[in-house]
């Protein structure tokens, strides 16, 4: 059973911060590399940001690299819901889209490909206004 909850999105000025959760429930996540991946008006889904099972390693789009920071809380329950965070900083227009995390089983070798499971949450929105 896979589950995945996305919360923290918000109207805000541009250059304001908004901090993204996710929770992701089911043994699949054990292990795995997670990431967000966001979808503006009119375009397709974007990998944006992954973060390793360790924590230790990351990846950012350029578009958001220096702005945007990913975390995960550490667990080593199998079955502990897993969770990861996405601390947006300086906020622009174009930052504006529905987030999602997911879980990538490409892992941070692939990056930025990536494999996300097929199941996605409802995501949250962002939008940014000038």
């Known amino acids: 059973q896979v589950q995945l909850v996305e919360s923290g999105g918000g109207l805000v000025q541009a250059g304001e911060s908004l901090r993204l959760s996710c929770v992701a429930t089911?043994?699949?996540?054990?292990?795995?590399?997670m990431g967000w991946w966001r979808q503006a008006p009119g375009k397709e889904r974007e990998f944006i940001a992954g973060?390793?099972?360790?924590?230790?390693?990351?990846?950012?789009?350029?578009?958001v690299k220096g702005r945007f920071t990913i975390s995960r809380s550490k667990t080593k329950h199998l079955d502990a819901p897993k969770e990861v965070f996405l601390q947006m900083s300086n906020l622009q227009p174009e930052d504006t889209a529905v987030y999602y995390c997911?879980?990538?089983?490409?892992?941070?070798?692939?990056?930025?490909?990536?494999?996300?499971?097929?199941?996605w949450g409802q995501g949250t929105r962002v939008t940014v206004s000038s």
């Open positions: 973060i390793d099972y360790s924590g230790e390693s990351t990846y950012y789009l350029d578009a």
């Open positions: 089911g043994r699949t996540f054990s292990g795995q590399a």
């Open positions: 997911n879980a990538d089983r490409s892992g941070p070798w692939a990056w930025p490909r990536v494999t996300p499971l097929d199941s």
